[in-house]
T-cell receptor, first 113, second 114 residues
């Protein structure tokens, strides 16, 4: 069974631009969560989707948003990019509507110049 | 919200020896505690997890113990091998497996010396 896939793997943007990242969960998984990983703050929860509904959101500004489609694929969007948004963005999926048994993708490395 | 502390930040052990990584959590309602291994350039890989109704769980050379009273849990790796070298993260689910996401520790860089 294929794992979680994320596209693109690498992105370079400039301040003020916006970016969209994509995540395809493991087949049959309906829950998708997004995390931001930086050297300073570590792994931080962004938001979680289940059945196209955002169930909860971490402590991030409104510039960070996401959505989930009927096939469970998910996208996250960051508008008005700041230098501090440079990070590895990780997507994780699980079968049920919880964080139990989450499997992570390889991440998208975003660099903001 | 949940807060997870992880120690040590770096751990160097001789190949064949055991390694122990410890974490504490703050939310007594948390009831799910996974451990992840992250290798360079890859996403975290779930290696073992434990729920709060269990005190210990083993999977070959890896074991996790949980002390709910003290709110701490530990990862034990026995007979370490070079491929065990990686960064290990503990995590806790702040609302008992619900939609709050996982709260992660800062990570432990495990180095296996040949």
């Amino acid at each position: 069974k294929a794992g979680v896939t994320q596209t693109p793997r690498y992105l370079i943007k400039t301040r003020g631009q916006q970016v969209t990242l994509s995540c395809s969960p493991i087949s049959g998984h309906r829950s998708v969560s997004w995390y931001q990983q930086t050297p300073g703050q570590g792994l931080q929860f962004l938001f979680e989707y289940f059945s196209e509904t955002q169930r909860n959101k971490g402590n991030f500004p409104g510039r960070f948003s996401g959505r989930q489609f009927s096939n469970s694929r998910s996208e996250m969007n960051v508008s008005t990019l700041e230098l501090g948004d440079s990070a590895l963005y990780l997507c994780a999926s699980s079968i049920q509507d919880s964080v139990l048994g989450q499997f992570f993708g390889p991440g998208t490395r975003l660099t903001v110049l | 919200g949940e807060n997870v502390e992880q120690h040590p930040s770096t751990l160097s052990v001789q190949e064949g020896d055991s390694a122990v990584i410890k974490c504490t959590y703050s939310d007594s309602a948390s009831n799910y505690f996974p451990w992840y291994k992250q290798e360079l350039g890859k996403g975290p890989q779930l290696i073992i997890d434990i729920r709060s109704n269990v005190g210990e769980k083993k999977d070959q050379r890896i074991a996790v113990t949980l002390n709910k009273t003290a709110k701490h849990f530990s990862l034990h790796i026995t007979e370490t091998q070079p491929e065990d070298s990686a960064v290990y993260f503990c995590a806790a689910s702040g609302s008992g497996g619900g939609a709050d996401g996982l709260t992660f520790g800062k990570g432990t860089h495990l180095i296996i010396q040949p």
